[in-house]
């Protein structure tokens, strides 16, 4: 077992947690919800994206204290810390990291359990739904707080009958340290 | 014997001081502008790490593409012949910042992992997780303000 899937199954251990399938059906609530209120898929994938991204906001500090982890070394670290930390804390699952780009700046997450996809089918009006499209913008809020500027895309989806659901993530660029309009010269 | 402890900032990476506490300070002559007081705070800390990179041994350059941005420039406490201020700085680029009296390399490690339990047990419980709150908004939790009275003076009686 390496290191960080011993920190992410004590972290998970050290958890509250909620019943999965009450977890599973609120999140389902809440897409269908957001699918009659909007009409649009297109909106309903930015909105997710957009909810996400708050999420992550407030995820990463979380994470960054039960864990204790200071910082990675490297977008390969980050996205190991992401799949056996990240999301063993907060899903209990845990995707694998693959399709490394060489460069080392993409990398494709793959899950063999999708715990938000549970019970779920979509009806034929809705194909071009990214019903976990939520983990992109997750991913996305999480990252930049740490600095690291990342795209996130489901590339592959089981519920559109894909072997797995896939995210693609990239990493765009690092956020140098800046402080807000209030410290620039006038 | 009791240490002094003077006053808190929490600082998230922007700059926005989103809290502010006083226990003592007999000399303030910013006291009737604590935005500029803040903002006085924040700029040093944040030049100072601009310094610390920029003079600390070994090379800067990052080599890969994905390689974060290096801490080699991070600070933890800084002493004048008056004073210590105390800092602790997460990935996520919070800063938790406690000035006391001035205080030996033994107490100032107490007080980093008091401040890391700031952050740990204080923001991470009554701050993100409070739905009311909005990243980059002053903490206005008042039950935020006592605990973290509490956890302080308690610090400040043990040494």
């Keep these: 077992m390496s290191r960080n899937q011993r920190l992410g199954e004590s972290c998970y251990n050290d958890l509250e947690k909620i019943n999965a399938e009450l977890f599973t059906l609120t999140y389902g609530a809440l897409v269908a919800q957001l699918v009659r209120d909007m009409e649009d898929v297109d909106k309903v994938n930015a909105k997710l994206d957009e909810m996400g991204h708050n999420i992550g906001l407030r995820l990463i500090d979380e994470l960054l204290a039960k864990s204790g982890i200071a910082r990675c070394g490297s977008f390969r670290e980050t996205a190991d810390v992401v799949s056996k930390v990240g999301f063993k804390m907060f899903l209990n699952t845990v995707p694998n990291v693959d399709n490394w780009n060489e460069r080392g700046t993409e990398c494709t997450l793959v899950f063999d359990d999708n715990p938000l996809e549970d019970f779920v089918a979509l009806p034929s009006s809705c194909a071009g739904l990214k019903y976990s499209n939520v983990l992109c913008g997750v991913l996305r809020g999480a990252l930049e707080s740490v600095h690291l500027a990342v795209a996130c895309e489901i590339v592959s989806d089981a519920l559109k009958g894909d072997p797995k659901t896939e995210i693609r993530m990239s990493l765009k660029h690092v956020i140098e340290d800046e402080a807000g309009e209030d410290y620039r010269e006038d | ?159």
């Excluded at chain 2, 012949?81 to 390399?105: I, M, P």
């Design chain 2, 1 to 159: 014997m009791v240490l002094a402890i003077y006053n808190f900032y929490v600082f998230d990476r922007r700059g926005v001081c989103l809290f502010y506490q006083e226990w003592s300070r007999e000399h303030n002559p910013l006291a009737d502008n604590p935005d500029e007081d803040a903002k006085l705070v924040f700029g040093l800390l944040f030049s100072l790490k601009q310094l610390g990179r920029k003079f600390s041994p070994g090379s800067g350059a990052t080599t890969n593409a994905g390689d974060a941005p290096d801490t080699r420039g991070n600070m933890t406490s800084f002493s004048t012949n008056k004073f210590t201020l105390h800092q602790y700085e997460t990935a996520s680029g919070l800063r938790f910042v406690l000035n006391t009296d001035k205080c030996n390399s033994q107490i100032c490690k107490n007080i980093q992992e008091t401040l890391r339990s700031t952050y740990a047990d204080l923001y991470v419980h009554m701050v993100v997780r409070n739905p009311m709150f909005t990243p980059g908004e002053p903490i206005e939790n008042p039950s935020f303000r006592k605990k973290l009275d509490a956890m302080m003076v308690g610090m400040a009686k043990r040494f």
